[in-house]
């Protein structure tokens, strides 16, 4: 697979280095702790994916009864529930960044807009990444939602109402960001391993220069093993909207993680009007040089088998240095 990409033309580079969590970091930094979980795992983004598990099980999820059998109907629903989600989050985010162009190149990664290519499945980029999205990723998800109800419906999963048991279920929900990212780094790190990246991983990144649509533009085989995470949550005791947080952090989150802006403006950027952080530039370099930042920063598990880049020249260096160590500069 390749280390690098030549046609990476860096427009906009974040503050680096790219800090390690503080709740790794030692002695203890209780307040740094919660800063950073509040303002850059909580808010926009975990507090988006709890609302909409939320509001959907309230306004948007059949009723648990009438999910005891696996019926065409209810799956259905769900499938198009989650497609209409993924539809208007990802096509009003590539509508207004990548066709209306609306803040330019401000904040963008990559100066270059995507191009086709034959290397896309129809020979444009846009096109495979709606297609592998719909049609696998909103699938699969989909696959894993419908089983979890019926886990739930059927009493195989324990239910646990709020009302009596908030504590636990808050601690179980913050768990979940935790597990959803250390799993990421453990599936990623194996799809980059020999013919699976072949065969599977590389659709993903046949998106150097990624935009919204990029986020779960992955092959089924990789979204069996990315969509998975909550399969844990099946043999523990909690309540659906846990699940539903966790299989919308999984499906939502790599949209706006995958924008290629670090930053979004709601109107003119000349005006210096609302934004918000999007883009991660983490994984922005995984993107860019394939053999780094395998995982999140939430759970540094880059940090702990070596292959963290936190965007300075000094990592550049020791990555290429690990390269060619192992055979590959």
């Not at 909580?42 to 988006?48: E, L, Q, V, Y």
């Not at 020979?123 to 089983?147: K, P």
């Not at 220069?209 to 089924?220: C, D, K, R």
């Not at 924008?259 to 370099?285: C, I, K, M, P």
Request: hydrophobic fraction near 45%.
């Amino acid at each position: 697979m390749p280390a690098d990409r030549s046609d990476q033309d860096q427009k906009w580079e974040p503050a680096v280095p790219i800090p390690v969590a503080p709740m790794f970091e030692w002695p203890p930094k209780p307040l740094g702790v919660l800063r950073f979980f509040a303002w850059k795992q909580f808010w926009p983004g975990g507090a988006m994916w709890i609302a909409a598990a939320w509001l959907c099980w309230w306004y948007a999820t059949p009723d648990l009864a009438s999910m005891h059998d696996f019926e065409v109907g209810w799956i259905a629903f769900l499938w198009l529930r989650n497609t209409a989600i993924v539809t208007v989050l990802a096509g009003s985010l590539h509508w207004w960044l990548y066709v209306r162009r609306g803040q330019g190149t401000t904040t963008k990664f990559n100066e270059r807009w995507p191009r086709k290519s034959e290397r896309f499945t129809f020979g444009d980029q846009t096109l495979d990444n709606v297609f592998w999205t719909i049609a696998s990723g909103v699938t699969v998800s989909t696959g894993f939602e419908a089983v979890g109800w019926w886990m739930f419906a059927n009493g195989h999963t324990p239910y646990r109402d709020f009302a009596g048991n908030w504590p636990y279920l808050i601690i179980l929900t913050v768990f979940t960001f935790y597990w959803s990212n250390a799993h990421f780094y453990a599936n990623h790190r194996l799809l980059h391993v020999g013919k699976l990246y072949d065969w599977a991983h590389s659709v993903h990144h046949r998106n150097p220069n990624p935009g919204p649509w990029s986020g779960i533009s992955m092959h089924p085989i990789e979204h069996l093993l990315y969509m998975s995470p909550p399969v844990l949550l099946w043999f523990i005791p909690g309540h659906p909207v846990v699940t539903l947080t966790l299989l919308f952090f999984s499906l939502l989150s790599p949209i706006l993680t995958h924008t290629g802006f670090e930053r979004v403006w709601l109107g003119n950027v000349d005006n210096d009007g609302a934004s918000f952080l999007s883009g991660d530039y983490f994984h922005q370099l995984h993107h860019r040089y394939f053999e780094c930042n395998y995982g999140n920063t939430l759970v540094p598990l880059d940090k702990v088998f070596g292959t963290y880049h936190d965007g300075t020249p000094e990592a550049h260096v020791a990555m290429r240095e690990r390269q060619r160590s192992a055979g590959r500069s």
